[in-house]
């Protein structure tokens, strides 16, 4: 089945940097698009950025657009989120998945990004 399994949240001072990763398996991976996404404490979970199976088109919500990169290995089923100039409203537990009518049901747990002083 579907498994989709983040890694490398943690807590970190504003201006610094996390890389998050996702491995995938249970799927051809290279043929979704994948996004990440957020859910921050009392709100909806939101995409904050998707790219293409092949890697072209990388797309990003505007809160992150300039200070986050989405990339992906196909070879290794794994997409990732290199997010720099954290700042705290980029505190939420940040969750892989599919993009758009792809998207599966079931999610992984996710990781906790926290963004304090």
């Known amino acids: 089945q579907v498994q989709l399994v983040e890694s490398g949240g943690g807590l970190v001072q504003p201006g610094g940097s996390l890389r998050l990763s996702c491995a995938a398996s249970g799927f051809t991976f290279s043929n979704y698009h994948m996004g990440w996404y957020r859910q921050a404490p009392g709100k909806e979970r939101e995409l904050v950025a998707y790219?293409?199976?092949?890697?072209?088109?990388?797309n990003y919500a505007g809160s992150v657009k300039g200070r986050f990169t989405i990339s992906r290995d196909n070879a290794k089923n794994t997409v990732y989120l290199q997010m720099n100039s954290l700042k705290p409203e980029d505190t939420g537990v940040y969750y892989c998945?599919?993009?758009?009518?792809?998207?599966?049901?079931?999610w992984g747990q996710g990781t906790q990004v926290t963004v304090s002083s």
């Open positions: 790219i293409s199976s092949t890697a072209s088109r990388p």
């Open positions: 998945n599919a993009y758009g009518g792809s998207r599966f049901e079931s």
